[in-house]
């Protein structure tokens, strides 16, 4: 791997990473813009080592949609249904109750847990679902809601955004999930998720459970309507928020899934630019201690060459609620990825 860095035009950024130093945003520019993923995979690589060894995590979870009802209508989103959808559905507390033990006894360690902007769910429901999920069992991680979700409940308990917090840490809640970070331009906002909660809004959010000890996930879509650079000052707003707290326990690249929505996008993601995201974030983002390979959104195939051969410490959850059509291959060393103990390995 070194070989291939050192004979590269990224030499330089090999060396700087290599002796230690943080790259600026110019150089993560510079390794998007590359051809040569060998290069960028083997600095990437050479990060991770240092940061973790040479190990993978994954996690046993499963995600439990309590509403797909959505008072907004992001562009990309094709989750989201109204009122007077057909498919559109909410669970009962006891729904929910009810799949979260069916999950536990196949072993997940984690309920990942998120839903729309519900349009008339009163605050009850969201502390009530964590207690009730709480009282199954207290190991059980509950990382649910997104920044935007968060702001929701805010709205609907008529609190701040720290009160609200508190009150659902109370009733159960472990972690925040990192969704709807989307891209943090204004410009690129707007045109994918027009209505959405700003960069500010979803950065105060994550900052506010930070200071209260919480810690959560942080996310990008890309490969869509932004441009490399701003994929650089969305990472930006991250790692400087990550110096500020520490609260992040991890990274999320989510391509972005062409199918079912209203943005016209010439060039989904390829698989080439899924692991050039994820090494450019492994080397950039050097004060978070998990890159996750989201298998959900890559697709298994690309699980081997960005976790074992080059950047990503985590790789993303193995469901309860879905079956890949195939099993794994040896993607890494089974016997030295742990199980979730904590919110150290956690979903996004
Ligand atoms: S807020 Fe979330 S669920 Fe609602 S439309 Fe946007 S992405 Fe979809």
Known sequence: MQFFAQHSKLCDLYDKVAAGERISEADALRLFESKDLNAVGAIADLARQRKVGNRGSYILNRYINYSNYCILSCQFCSFARKKRDADGFQLTI??????????????????????????????????????????????????????????????????????????????????????????????????????????????????????????????????????????????????NLQDETHGFVGFVPLPYQPENNEIPVENPPTGFDALRTIAVSRVYLDNFEHITAYWVGMGLKYMEPSSKNTFSTWLGPRRRNCKPKRRWSKPFARPAARRCSGTRFTSP
Do not use: N
């Not at 999920?133 to 190991?139: E, S």
């Not at 690129?188 to 996930?217: C, D, F, N, P």
């Open 94 to 239: 006891e729904e929910i109750v009810h799949k979260a033990r069916e999950a536990l006894q196949l072993g997940i360690t984690e309920l990942h847990i998120v839903g729309g902007l519900h349009p008339s769910l009163p605050f009850s429901y969201y502390t009530e679902m964590l207690k009730a999920l709480r009282a199954l069992d207290p190991r059980l991680q509950l990382k649910c809601f997104t920044a935007i979700e968060i702001l929701h409940l805010a709205w609907l308990a008529r609190k701040s955004v720290e009160e609200t917090l508190l009150e659902l840490k109370a009733a159960g809640l472990d972690s925040l999930t990192g969704g709807g970070a989307e891209i943090f331009r204004k410009e690129v906002r707007s045109a994918i998720a027009r209505g959405k909660e700003s960069a500010e809004e979803y950065l105060q959010v994550h900052r506010a459970w930070h200071r209260m000890g919480g810690r959560s996930t942080c996310t990008m879509l890309y490969g869509h309507v932004e441009s490399l650079a701003d994929r650089v000052d969305h990472l930006r707003y991250l790692r």
